[in-house]
């Protein structure tokens, strides 16, 4: 029949005074920025973010074109990608793609199966163990605590603990510093990315220096080769050891260090800030909070938590999967397309940057009734079942999925359910809002507030 009927659909385009207002708009406010334009163009659109063309997706059938189906011709040569690249380098998250990504990967993946995390899970238990002792010295109860310095500090141990071996010393608090650095000059860089980060202006300037005492600190701990406290192997050594075991290949000392130092911002800097907005989304929903408390009681009976407890803690589980849908830390990803490609009808010349937004994905109206309203029903096992596959991807999809996911939500598991089985958390009255720092990852950007009150 005609043509016409198989021709790609033309992708809407912002209109002018959007393009040309949409700088300072993004640099203002992204979220409102996208969100409108989410309202009115629909799933697939044209625009710009900082000067980059791009095509934004927020179907979930377009991203899992993107991200699984099509996965092999879209890779993270990209604006995003490359703004993290300085620190990143060539490790697994920032990593163009093709063949020297697919063999790390391959070599890397079995460090973070199930039994592997299993291990670590008891790394979780004592850190939040030691926060909550010093809380109890720290606080009487019913006072008001900022949390997330708390959590960012148990989340960098945790990491590194388990990379690095029995303790790593007053280094971290330097570390964890360091990081938040790091990631406030990239997030700037990223909203306004001018001049570029290889001119000696006095933040690129510091950004090197952040970069290098990471790599130091790094460095030192491989030379270190410590083992975890009960003798076992950390992750560092399991990862020095791992064999490509169809190449025989191993990992040579610079790709050790750079997959470490991925290793470390995937696992401190997401986890922060999921944490935090965690914690505040709990003390916000006190109803939610009794729920979790009565199913922690019934499952623990005032045990600490372990790693198979975990998969029993089914609703404090959906509390965290909401979470991750209103808040989740990494809230954005690009991607090139490599050659030619045809998503939902719309045709995708090659070499196109796809931008996708998990935060407007994750409150798509047609799959996501009243969407900013906090409700961890929308995770019972009956309500997943009826959304498509992509419609809720908090740690993307496909190939480049997070490697540490298992890691990450036995983590958040653990940390909540000690908090909540030993406090309850109160928002204080009047407690403004905490609002979005949009950095490359999204976490609170004003402090935590929480009435600690003991159980
Ligand atoms: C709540 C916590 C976390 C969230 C929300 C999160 C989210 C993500 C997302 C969305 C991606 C894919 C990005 C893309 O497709 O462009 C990713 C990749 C990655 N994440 Fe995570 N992550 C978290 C925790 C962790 C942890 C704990 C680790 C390590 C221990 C980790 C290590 C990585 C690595 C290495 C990759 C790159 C994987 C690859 O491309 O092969 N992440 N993460």
Sequence with gaps: MSATLTEPRQIPDLSLGEKLSGLSAIRRDQVAFLSKAVEKYGDVFRMRLLGNPL?????????HRVLVENRENYDKENFLYRTVRPVLRNGLIGAIGGESWH???????PSFHRPKISAFADTMTEETAAMLGRWHQRYRDGDVAAVVPDVGHIALRIVTRNL???????????????????????????????????????????????????????????????????????????LADAVDE????????????????NIMVGGYETTTGAASFLLYLIA???????????????????????FDDVAKLTYTRM???????????????????VGPDEVGGFGIDA???????????????????????????????????????????????GLRVCIGKHFALT?????????????????????????????????????????????
């Design 411 to 455: 983590e958040l598991m653990i940390i909540a359910t000690m908090i909540v089985q030993q406090y309850r958390l109160v928002l204080p009255d009047n407690h403004p809002p905490v609002g979005l720092d949009q950095l490359v990852t999204l976490r609170p950007k004003h402090e935590v507030l929480l009435r600690l009150e003991r159980r």
């Design 284 to 306: 916000k929903h006190p109803e939610v909070q009794e729920r979790m408390h009565a199913e922690i009681t019934e499952v623990l009976d005032g045990r600490q938590p372990g």
């Design 164 to 238: 690095f071996g029995a303790d790593v010393g007053p280094t971290t608090e330097a570390i964890e510093n360091d990081f938040t650095y790091a990631n406030q000059i990239m997030g700037d860089f990223f909203r306004f990315p001018f001049p570029p980060l290889h001119w000696p202006t006095p933040s690129h300037l510091r950004l090197r220096k952040l970069i290098a005492n990471l790599d130091r600190f790094v460095a030192e701990m491989i030379e270190q080769r410590n083992t975890r406290s009960d003798g076992s192997p950390t992750l560092l050594s399991i």
């Design 319 to 337: 509390v965290v999967d909401e979470t991750l849908r209103l808040r989740g830390p990494a809230w954005q990803t690009m991607r090139r397309a």
């Design 103 to 109: 063999r790390q990967r391959r070599l890397m993946q």
């Design 246 to 261: 169809e190449t025989g290949h191993r990992m040579d000392s610079v790709q050790l260090q750079q997959e470490v130092v």
């Design 55 to 63: 095509v934004m997706l927020n179907h979930p059938d377009h991203v």
């Design 351 to 397: 070499n196109t940057g796809i931008y996708i937004n998990f935060y407007t994905m994750h409150r798509h109206r047609d799959f996501w009734p009243d969407p900013e309203r906090f409700d961890p029903e929308r995770f019972a096992p009956q309500a997943v079942a009826e959304r498509p596959r992509n419609a809720y991807i908090p740690f993307g999809s």
